[in-house]
């Protein structure tokens, strides 16, 4: 498709969505269902002006949904306002880690007897399918950082956490293939790919965060300087962290999401002490600079530019996924494995996973369902292909990987509004029962 009609037909979609967002809301459908249905029709399943081939094209697409996960996983972060102290964190984190390693493993076992792939490529499909994503899942994430629901918390913790914990395991799966050097009994992967790489890029994204956040407070109150370019500061950050991460060999999604979390960590703990003060209340005019509202305004204004940015990414990507959607990559015989993945392993993966945690069992059904697949999975996979896994190993890998992200986009997507206002109005129904309404 030429350039022209490129122009025309993406500012045409944006226009449509502009106009149709809020009528969206009300159906069984998401914009992302749209962003797909586009893709497809000017794809090879349809009109055929626009290709993308997963192979040839590996590079082009591993970066295109690079930028696109760490700018969502920086917005993750910023939303989780909850101290680490606090026990809301317990359920994210068996998900991000102890259900997600489950995931990794139930898929490789299904990988090997029932894909018939060679057990580094099934656990490496098990690392690119584990990760929920933080890109597609907004409608179930946190809307903001006062948001106080359990369940959105729940998800949008998951999402900004696995995504890089699913790392070592991609690691593992290429190192199987002889592609990535494990070391005598996994030593070096154990050292190098786990405890280096998660706690290096924890640390790295922490430390920038704070670093960042605390100097631009500090220039705004003294000085009044650095107000405005919330733009250039979030891009600024993102790009800080995630290279310093990349150059220090640890996980990138990591940093991100951890220098998004300190951001907001700052703002919470700077407010707290605010309030404890006897300031003047700030006018419209000084809440950048205000000590008590400077922190609240920095961090809301970051997350403002960063979700604006998001949903324009995620348009292109989701379009890119649309227009894969090819016969010539899609092989019917693989998908099979989608219900199975949706009902039986995530299901098991985070009922195990939260085994004897005491959380409500509608709770739980939902986490179990909302297990949405995304950009995360299509980076991972495009990884792996510029790695050098063998053409055949690969288009396996793509045709499972397309079939699961393109399902979860509709199956979610259509469930999503019936099943959150379902899950709004028993939970609005519960609190009036407390309070004796």
Do not use: C
């Amino acid at each position: 498709m030429s350039l022209d009609l490129w122009y025309l037909f993406f500012g045409a979609l944006l226009v449509l969505i502009a106009l149709m967002a809020s009528a969206v809301k009300q159906w069984p459908l998401t914009t992302t269902m749209v962003y797909l249905f586009a893709g497809i029709v000017i794809g090879p399943l349809g009109i055929g002006v626009a290709a993308i081939h997963p192979l040839e094209d590996a590079r082009f697409l591993e970066l295109a949904a690079e930028l696109v996960v760490i700018v969502s996983l920086f917005t993750a972060g910023l939303k989780l306002r909850a101290p680490f102290k606090d026990g809301k964190w317990k359920v994210p984190v068996r998900l991000a880690f102890g259900s997600m390693a489950l995931t990794v493993g139930m898929i490789a076992l299904v990988g090997v007897f029932g894909l018939g792939l060679p057990l580094g490529a099934a656990v490496l499909l098990g690392a690119i399918l584990a990760p929920t994503d933080p890109v597609l899942a907004s409608d179930v994430q946190l809307e903001s950082a006062t948001d106080q629901d359990r369940l959105r918390f729940d998800l949008t913790g998951e999402a900004g956490m696995n995504d890089g914990a699913a790392f070592p395991f991609v690691m593992l799966g290429v190192g199987l293939l002889g592609l990535h050097e494990l070391g005598d009994y996994s030593w070096r992967w154990f050292a190098a790919d786990v405890f280096w790489a998660i706690g290096g890029g924890l640390a790295i994204g922490t430390l920038a965060g704070i670093g960042v956040g605390r100097a631009v407070l500090y220039l705004r109150r003294t000085h009044k300087a650095g107000l405005g370019r919330e733009e250039f500061l979030t891009l600024g950050l993102i790009g800080l962290s995630y290279g310093a991460a990349l150059v220090a060999h640890t996980y990138g999604f990591l940093a991100v999401f951890a220098a998004g979390l300190a951001l907001r960590m700052i703002e919470r703990s700077e407010t707290e002490i605010g309030a404890g003060g006897n300031h003047a209340a700030p006018t419209h005019g000084d809440r950048e600079t205000h000590p008590e509202t400077a922190p609240l305004h920095l961090a809301e204004s970051v997350l403002t530019f960063n979700e604006q940015l998001e949903r324009i990414l995620e348009v292109v990507l989701v379009l890119v996924i649309g227009v894969m959607l090819a016969p010539a990559f899609l092989d019917a015989g693989h998908l099979w494995f989608v219900p199975v993945l949706f009902f039986v392993i995530r299901p098991i993966a985070v009922v195990l996973g939260l085994a004897g945690i005491g959380i409500p069992k509608a709770r739980v059904a939902l986490l179990s369902w909302f297990g949405i697949r995304g950009i995360g999975s299509l980076y991972y996979l495009m990884f792996a292909i510029g790695m050098g896994v063998e053409p055949g190993i690969s288009m396996q890998l793509v045709s499972v990987t397309l079939w699961v992200i393109a399902s979860s986009i509709v199956v979610h997507g259509i469930s999503v509004t019936p099943l959150m206002r379902r899950y709004q109005a028993k939970r609005g129904g519960h609190a009036r029962s407390k309070t004796g309404a």
